[in-house]
């Protein structure tokens, strides 16, 4: 894969902001999203995920807390209406104001030299923010193969991060490369959280207390082996998310799903696929139909934990 050309800032008109606000916002976040927003410290990010009763993912956020009552959510803007509605029918007497506050930030997606030039540790691992002045955050992303990456939150008003304009194109596939599935309509419900690597990307706390789907995910991880998982792919046709992935011995059934997908710089088509693991190993993997564009699979950039 091609990695020179992953250098630079991208404007992101894809992705929304959810603002939770009051003295109950860590609280009522910590009951309802797959993560622990409770103990969610100033330095920190969280990858979290809500899920409804049965378990299935319906909505991804990366959240960070730059006050003590503050918390701001952000996701695939395509999710975020019905999101903020589902969240708000929760809030009862809870002490928190829940909005959309997509209008009042702007958000850029930083790789390669573009971190050290607006003055960013660019070794950081994932998951951790970093403030400039007291209105912007800075949060360390997974690398795209090994390019380092970041999501940069400020108010609209304030000046745009340093740095060359990315081709529109390359942070959506950076995306992809990174390994780390950004829920969008097409895959709603469409997985629990451990179809999509969540576990194993610090997207779920399973010593925290309960929250919509909590049974099913922990029952998940801890009875019985996990079935699906999801890998990197590669093809040379267009790939688009909720498309069926097929195997060669099996005409009828799908044996899993595109989560999410972007045209490559190099030319083709990269994917992250949550497929049957059974599938994987027996190879033979199509887009589409059994006879589809044929997948082939890179490695993941992280180690997949393994299920108890």
Known sequence: MTTVVLNGVS??????????????????????????????????????????????????????????????????????????????????????????????FALHGLAGTALTANGLDAALPPGRRTAIGEDISV?????????????????????????????????????????????????????????????????????????????????????GTLKRRTYLAQTDAPLAAGQEVFAANDAEQPVGTVAQAAPAPDGGWSALISIQIAALEAGGLHAGTVDGPALSIDPLPYPLLEDI
């Open 139 to 223: 949060v360390s992303l997974y690398p795209a193969d090994g390019v380092p990456r970041a999501l940069w939150i400020a108010p609209a008003d304030q000046k745009a991060p340093v740095g060359p304009t990315l081709d529109a194109a390359l942070w959506p596939w950076s995306e992809v490369r990174s390994g780390i599935v950004t829920l969008t309509t097409p895959v709603i419900e469409a997985f629990v959280p451990q179809m999509i690597n969540y576990e194993s990307v610090g997207g779920v706390n399973f010593k925290k207390g309960c929250y919509p789907g909590q049974e099913v995910v922990a029952r998940s991880q801890f009875r």
């Open 11 to 104: 404007a992101l008109p894809h992705l929304g902001v959810i603002r939770a606000e009051g003295p109950d916002a860590a609280s009522f976040l910590h009951g309802q999203l797959t993560q622990d927003f409770s103990l969610l410290g100033a330095t920190e990010a969280r990858l979290a995920a809500l899920c409804t009763a049965k378990g299935r993912v319906i909505a991804s956020f990366i959240g960070i807390r730059p006050q003590p009552e503050l918390i701001l959510l952000v996701c695939s803007r395509d999710i975020l209406a019905a999101t903020l509605k589902r969240l708000s029918m929760y809030v009862l007497r809870a002490k928190v104001k829940l909005t959309d506050a997509t209008e009042q």
